[in-house]
């Protein structure tokens, strides 16, 4: 019986998923918005129902697709349902699956109430962006129970075209907290490099082209070199996020009773971006926290 599905959180990320979803034949119920003026232009785009709370987003649809903020917002909306609307009022026989970048205790907590509900959890963290959301190319690292994954690989195959089964709950976040920590050390190397060629006077487009073809090279440097230096921060991850999947990792190494020298560094240069009011701007943005007079 082909799933009917419902999407919590339709930002730039959710609402480009539900998207590619309904292209794929997939049939969209219900959306939900904590800022609700997102959920109803959505919903009167895909035909779906924008719902005035989340016990109504359990009832409408067999899958539920959450991809909220932080781990504050996940606890939130899997909630007591007794002391107040929750996702898992109504949850019996229901499918979450939460792509949220989170702790991963966080995503071991929901699971653990989903299952008191009666509901299936599958942890799905993404490492790609909005385009990718769009045209369905997400890369998906999954955890939880192997059968609840693989009755949901159809509908995640319209979602990824790299899609990966991880382990139990937990440790796909474990993998998106590290495969973020060393995106945004690139990241906050790369911005200095650039920044110290261009206090040098370098050209930064043949500087650029010599990173390529060197030890230099990185993905960072495609998304994101050229928009470091022509000051283009329109934003694809942002640097709250940064700030954010940075403190996660940094904290999982020092849980592990590891020193993360580089993470920590990262993590202040993030944190500070966000301090000056910058953190809608894309991550690249942290290249101005290095060029010479961007500050001023």
């Not at 890369?139 to 089964?165: I, K, T």
């Not at 953190?279 to 500050?295: C, I, N, Q, W, Y």
Request: charged share 20%; hydrophobic share 45%.
């Amino acid at each position: 019986m082909p799933e009917t599905i419902a999407f919590v959180g339709v930002g730039r990320m959710g609402a480009n998923m539900a998207r590619r979803l309904k292209d794929c034949g997939h049939t969209l119920a219900a959306v939900y918005d904590a800022h609700a003026p997102s959920a109803s232009a959505l919903a009167s785009e895909l035909g779906a129902r924008h719902a005035a709370t989340l016990a109504e987003i359990t009832a409408s649809a067999s899958l539920i697709f959450t991809v909220v903020t932080d781990d504050a917002a996940q606890l939130a909306i899997f909630g007591d349902p007794s002391s107040g609307d929750s996702l898992l009022i109504g949850a019996s026989n229901k499918t979450f699956i939460n792509c949220a970048t989170l702790t991963p205790k966080v995503h071991v907590e929901v699971a653990r109430r989903a299952r008191e509900a009666g509901a299936d959890a599958l942890e799905a963290c993404m490492a790609s962006s909005i385009p990718q959301a769009r045209n369905g190319t997400l890369y998906l690292m999954c955890a939880g129970e192997r059968p609840v994954f693989d009755r949901l690989e159809p509908v995640l195959l319209h979602l990824s075209n790299a899609l990966r089964y991880v382990g139990p709950t937990g440790q796909a976040a474990q993998v998106k907290a590290l495969v973020n920590m060393v995106m945004n050390i690139n990241t906050a190397a790369l911005a200095e490099g650039l920044g110290l060629g261009q206090a040098l006077g370098l050209d930064l487009a043949m500087l650029r082209e010599v990173f390529a073809q060197t030890g230099a090279s990185s993905q960072v440097l495609k998304t994101d070199g050229e928009d470091m230096q022509n000051r283009a921060h329109d934003c694809y991850f942002s640097a709250a996020h940064a700030a954010k999947d940075s403190t996660i990792a940094w904290t999982l190494g020092a849980e592990a009773g590891l020193s993360l020298p580089l993470a920590a560094a990262t993590k202040l240069q993030y944190d500070r971006l966000v301090a000056l009011g910058r953190g809608g701007l894309d991550k690249s943005a942290v290249a101005d926290l290095t060029f010479p007079g961007r500050l001023g």
